[in-house]
Antibody
Framework: EVQMVESGGGQVKPGGSLRLSCAAS????????MNWVRQAPGKGLEWISSISTSSNYIHYLDSVKGRFTISRDNADSSLFLQMNSLRAEDTAIYYC????????WGRGTLVSVSS | ETTLTQSPAFMSATPGDTVTISCKASQDIDDDINWYQQKPGEPPIFIIQEASTLVPGIPPRFSGSGYGTDFTLTINNMESEDAAYYFC?????????FGGGTRVDLK
């Protein structure tokens, strides 16, 4: 059974940092591009970042470039998102999503940025 | 950046109705569009891939169509469990972008 479990969310002050993790199982993680997508409370979905299978190709949403860093550990079937210089507008549920077509999503982890 | 304009934003439907949701892209994206269903407190579920291919396990009352810039999600003979938000996603180019969503409620 495909499973992806996000963790690392929480409450942080503006300017703070968090590191999100996504633990994958039930599929060959190293064969899939991976993504982070977020959803602000009561709002739509927003793609943040994608990483290719070997980490050779990485893309970011402009508003997080220079603040967020995506990475992966294929040996451990894990995806990460290092988030620095957090802003109130980064408050959202953060989902990891599998593949170039985002065919399977985890349940998400909530990030709340407030003073 | 490819903008996806999804309409309507909200609709009410009665069980048995046919529901049609539109997603228009600001540029040609071939058939690189997926559709998702999301219920409150749950992650999105993948229902249509590459504009018109039903994802395995999704009921056949769901269908998708379109190519290029105009895409449609159709729910035939709507059931009460289909009340949800629906989103389109283009994965033709970066940044990946989503439509604004359509909330489908039961009348």
């Amino acid at each position: 059974e495909v499973q992806m479990v996000e963790s690392g969310g929480g409450q942080v002050k503006p300017g703070g940092s968090l590191r999100l993790s996504c633990a994958a199982s039930g599929f060959v993680f190293s064969q899939y591009n991976m993504n982070w997508v977020r959803q602000a409370p009561g709002k739509g979905l927003e793609w943040i970042s994608s990483i290719s299978t070997s980490s050779n190709y990485i893309h970011y949403l402009d508003s997080v470039k220079g603040r967020f860093t995506i990475s992966r550990d294929n040996a451990d079937s894990s995806l990460f998102l290092q988030m620095n210089s957090l802003r109130a507008e980064d408050t959202a549920i953060y989902y990891c999503a599998r593949g170039a077509g985002l065919d399977f999503w985890g349940r998400g982890t909530l990030v709340s940025v407030s003073s | 950046e490819t903008t996806l304009t999804q309409s309507p934003a909200f609709m009410s439907a009665t069980p048995g109705d046919t529901v049609t949701i539109s997603c228009k892209a600001s540029q040609d994206i071939d058939d690189d569009i997926n559709w998702y269903q999301q219920k409150p407190g749950e992650p999105p579920i993948f229902i249509i891939q590459e504009a018109s291919t039903l994802v395995p396990g999704i009921p056949p009352r769901f269908s998708g169509s379109g190519y290029g810039t105009d895409f449609t999600l159709t729910i035939n003979n709507m059931e009460s469990e289909d009340a949800a938000y629906y989103f389109c996603l283009q994965h033709d180019n970066f940044p990946l972008t989503f439509g604004g969503g359509t909330r489908v409620d039961l009348k």
